[in-house]
């Protein structure tokens, strides 16, 4: 997270995420250490993290309305979190405070050798559970709600959340980092999943990365796109066709496209690239 962003327009649609907050400190060194070794870091900074506080302090640096639903403890950690968040244009009045207990924190060393980074995370207490969101907390949270975005953190309570958001017909984001038990009952209402390089393999057991984001689309059928990261080579989407398809269309292996794809992108652009099938919903970003 970080401060400073673009003053958001009254009336337009909020962005509701759901997750734990976490408080990293990063450590920036030439290269990993090895084991017993001593070195010095090149520079150290401190600042709120967690892909929830993450995302939303991104969609607030776009302009666009956003408020968290989140604990934290009532330490200092927890307040400089969200002291930040609310610098960054994020709505924290939500975000409930327990007097007893720990925030989460990672250490995070940054490589710059292999533009790498490695998280040692220390779980805090207590957590967000379902006995905290009252049927009026959920009401008043979704008001002016368009896109909920969850992760599966504090998952019983995120899976309470996004029922609810599902009732009222509020599209569901889903950030699947990893497989985490009972995640399927929430990937099951999510509308758009953006996955983590190993997600979709791990969680269907395809033979290849297309396959799995193919796979993904034919067993969740309200998915409308999976997008899966690729760190600095971008992100693969591949997106529900809207229309039907005519019967005169030939089938196409989904990995050899994937393949062709790769060799068409010129991934030594300085701007963004999109690079689409054309006839098929993927796309090489």
């Known amino acids: 997270m970080s401060s400073c962003s673009d003053e958001a327009i009254p009336g337009q649609p909020i962005v509701l995420g759901c997750g734990q907050l976490c408080l990293d400190y990063l450590v920036t060194v030439a290269s990993f250490p090895i084991p017993d070794q001593k070195i010095r870091g090149t520079s150290f900074k401190v600042q709120g993290g967690g892909n929830t506080g993450n995302a939303l302090t991104c969609v607030a640096r776009l302009g666009l309305p956003c408020r968290i639903l989140a604990k934290v403890a009532d330490d200092s950690h927890g307040r400089y979190m969200v002291e930040e968040l609310e610098s960054s244009g994020v709505d924290t009045s939500?975000?409930?405070?327990?007097?007893?207990?720990?925030?989460?924190?990672?250490?995070?060393?940054?490589?710059?050798?292999?533009?790498?980074?490695?998280?040692?995370?220390?779980?805090?207490?207590?957590?967000?559970?379902?006995?905290?969101?009252?049927?009026?907390?959920?009401?008043?949270?979704?008001?002016?709600?368009?896109?909920?975005?969850?992760?599966?953190?504090?998952?019983?309570?995120?899976?309470?959340?996004?029922?609810?958001?599902?009732?009222?017909?509020?599209?569901?984001?889903?950030?699947?980092?990893?497989?985490?038990?009972?995640?399927?009952e929430l990937i099951d209402l999510a509308d758009y999943a953006i996955c983590s390089t190993n997600f979709p393999q791990e969680w269907t057991g395809a033979p290849s990365s297309p396959s799995a984001l193919l796979s993904m689309l034919i067993r969740l059928p309200k998915l409308k796109f999976v997008i899966m990261t690729l760190g600095e080579h971008g992100c693969v989407m591949l997106e529900r066709c809207s229309s039907e398809v005519s019967g005169s269309e030939e089938e196409t292996d989904i990995d050899e496209l994937h393949e062709s794809l790769k060799q068409s992108t010129d991934f030594t652009s300085v701007l963004p690239v999109c690079n689409s099938s054309g006839m098929l919903q993927g796309d090489w970003l």
């Open 94 to 184: 939500f975000c409930m405070s327990a007097k007893d207990g720990a925030s989460h924190f990672n250490y995070v060393i940054v490589d710059n050798q292999t533009n790498t980074r490695t998280c040692i995370y220390t779980p805090g207490y207590p957590p967000l559970l379902p006995d905290d969101l009252t049927e009026s907390l959920l009401l008043d949270v979704l008001d002016g709600v368009r896109v909920l975005y969850v992760n599966g953190r504090s998952r019983e309570a995120e899976l309470l959340l996004a029922q609810k958001a599902h009732s009222k017909n509020i599209p569901i984001l889903i950030n699947a980092e990893k497989k985490r038990t009972g995640l399927d």
